[in-house]
Structure formats: structure tokens, C-alpha cells
T-cell receptor, first 111, second 113 residues
Framework: DGGITQSPKYLFRKEGQNVTLSCEQNLNHDAMYWYRQDPGQGLRLIYYSQIVNDFQKGDIAEGYSVSREKKESFPLTVTSAQKNPTAFYLC??????????FGSGTQLSVL | QKEVEQDPGPLSVPEGAIVSLNCTYSNSAFQYFMWYRQYSRKGPELLMYTYSSGNKEDGRFTAQVDKSSKYISLFIRDSQPSDSATYLCAMSDQGNQGGKLIFGQGTELSVKP
């Protein structure tokens, strides 16, 4: 059963806490992406990676960090520096220069 | 001004109606235009993809691009309750559909039986 798996589905963060969102794909895609979705603002690119051990900042990278140690995995850490983390986070993957496939998302909220 | 503007709705129509969803954009370099459908709290899925100007039809869906007016549209014929979702337009100036997409805000559509 191929696809993109995001976990957890819901996540709560306390003040000053770092939290990590998981994204795993078994589609053998080279590229992976993280988007943030806020009501009324569409999707905004946080980070993307086109190859293992390499990644680039998107439009709103401040307060976030990523790693790409394996082709299948692209976890996103929301750090305490991100002052407004409440949002729906979407991970996507694609073969290079091909269409995006999205995961089912993680809703992050602040306690 | 945002690069891509999309009426957020919500838009409510009766079953069987023709639906018109629209986006305007400001960057004349955009060449690749997409429409995504997103059901509530799910990931978006690609619905239509168009390169440059013109029309593309797929079943009940038609995508139109007018580059001279910087305006794209998605038409849904014979709308069904299962079409109720948020529709996102997206576009790129790069030669692929990859992550460097600029998305509209999304239009929430409700089709009533």
C-alpha cells in the first residue's frame, strides 16, 4: 500500500517546547516538501528537499527545522522560536519535476 | 497584493448546477497552472493541470487559462454533493509541478442535494 504517511494526526505543543512532525513515503520519490496551511491563506512552503542530506528553505522557514537522512523520511521540527505554530501541516513528495502527492496532514495546536 | 488571489467563498450551489471557480494572478512568468481538490482535513489531490493558455477538459471538469488577463477558471458541470470540498488553484513559473508552487487561498464549495 504505497503512499505518504504523516503522524500524528493531531499534536499539541506547550510554550517553549519543540515538537517533531513525522513524514514517511514509500513511493521512492526523490523530492519531499513541507507546507503550512492556515485558514484563508492557502498553502505556504516551509522547506523542501530534492536529495538525501540536502534541503532548502521555502518562503516561511523561520522557526522550523528539517532533516533528510533517508530518502523515505523528512521530519519537520517546530521549534520554540515559531511564535504562531497553530496550523495544518502538509507533507508532500514527488518524483523530480513531477506532480505532488500529499499526505493527510497534521493539525498542530498550542496548549 | 498577493501573487495569487482566489475568492475564499464559501460557495453553495444546488446539485446539478454549473460551478465556476476563479483565480487571478500578478506574475506574468507563470506558465503552469493547476487545480487541487481538498476534502476536509485531508491532503489536496491534483485535479487538473494546464500549461500556458487554453482549455482542458476531463469529464465534468474544464480548466481555462487566459494569460493575457492573468485569469484562470475551473468549471464543474452537473455538480454532485461529492464535489463538496475546498478547491485550490496553484501555479508555477518553473518547468514542473514540483514544490515551488504558489497557491491561492482556496474556495470552499458546498453542493446541496
Amino acid at each position: 500500500d504505497g503512499g505518504i504517511t504523516q503522524s500524528p494526526k493531531y499534536l499539541f505543543r506547550k510554550e517553549g517546547q519543540n515538537v517533531t512532525l513525522s513524514c514517511e513515503q514509500n513511493l521512492n520519490h526523490d523530492a519531499m516538501y513541507w507546507y503550512r496551511q492556515d485558514p484563508g491563506q492557502g498553502l505556504r512552503l516551509i522547506y523542501y528537499s530534492q536529495i538525501v542530506n540536502d534541503f532548502q528553505k521555502g518562503d516561511i522557514a523561520e522557526g522550523y527545522s528539517v532533516s533528510r537522512e533517508k530518502k523515505e523520511s523528512f521530519p519537520l521540527t517546530v521549534t520554540s522560536a515559531q511564535k504562531n505554530p497553530t496550523a495544518f501541516y502538509l507533507c508532500a513528495s514527488s518524483p523530480l519535476n513531477e506532480k505532488l502527492f500529499f499526505g493527510s496532514g497534521t493539525q498542530l495546536s498550542v496548549l | 497584493q498577493k501573487e495569487v488571489e482566489q475568492d475564499p467563498g464559501p460557495l453553495s450551489v444546488p446539485e446539478g448546477a454549473i460551478v465556476s471557480l476563479n483565480c487571478t494572478y500578478s506574475n506574468s512568468a507563470f506558465q503552469y497552472f493547476m487545480w487541487y481538490r481538498q476534502y476536509s482535513r485531508k491532503g489536496p489531490e491534483l485535479l487538473m493541470y494546464t500549461y500556458s493558455s487554453g482549455n482542458k477538459e476531463d469529464g465534468r471538469f474544464t480548466a481555462q487559462v487566459d494569460k493575457s488577463s492573468k485569469y484562470i477558471s475551473l468549471f464543474i458541470r452537473d455538480s454532485q454533493p461529492s464535489d463538496s470540498a475546498t478547491y485550490l488553484c496553484a501555479m508555477s513559473d518553473q518547468g514542473n509541478q514540483g514544490g515551488k508552487l504558489i497557491f491561492g487561498q482556496g474556495t470552499e464549495l458546498s453542493v446541496k442535494p
